[in-house]
Nanobody, 121 residues
Framework: QVQLVESGGGLVQAGGSLRLSCVAS????????MGWYRQTPGNQRELVAT???????NAADSVKGRFTISRDNAKYTVYLEMNSLKPEDTAVYYC???????????????WGKGTLVTVSS
């Protein structure tokens, strides 16, 4: 069984910064892609940014230049550095581990329970 635990969410004023962290634990051998998604009430979950085990990144246009994703492969941890935050960044942020290889499983996807980010104007 694999668990993802996010941390670092909270309340911040517009223009401020937050750093989210997500740690994957369990009988993991490797994780192909890790990423962050966000969701607001009544809307679908949307991509924020992803990063492969090789360091390749992808990010939504709305966060490019403000958010930076990084990971520590040895610690199965992914980070999201969020700068110049805007009220429209307010959402629950979810961590995702895609194509996980572990003891007794292959190609699995996992989600964290989410962490709330609130940006006040």
């Amino acid at each position: 069984q694999v668990q993802l635990v996010e941390s670092g969410g909270g309340l911040v004023q517009a223009g401020g910064s937050l750093r989210l962290s997500c740690v994957a634990s369990g009988s993991i051998f490797s994780i192909d892609t890790m990423g962050w998604y966000r969701q607001t009430p009544g809307n679908q979950r949307e991509l924020v940014a992803t990063i492969t085990s090789g360091g390749g990144t992808n990010a939504a246009d709305s966060v490019k230049g403000r958010f930076t994703i990084s990971r520590d492969n040895a610690k199965y941890t992914v980070y999201l550095e969020m700068n110049s935050l805007k009220p429209e960044d307010t959402a629950v942020y979810y961590c995702n581990a895609h194509n996980v290889l572990g003891a007794g499983f292959i190609g699995m996807d996992y989600w964290g329970k989410g962490t709330l980010v609130t940006v006040s104007s």
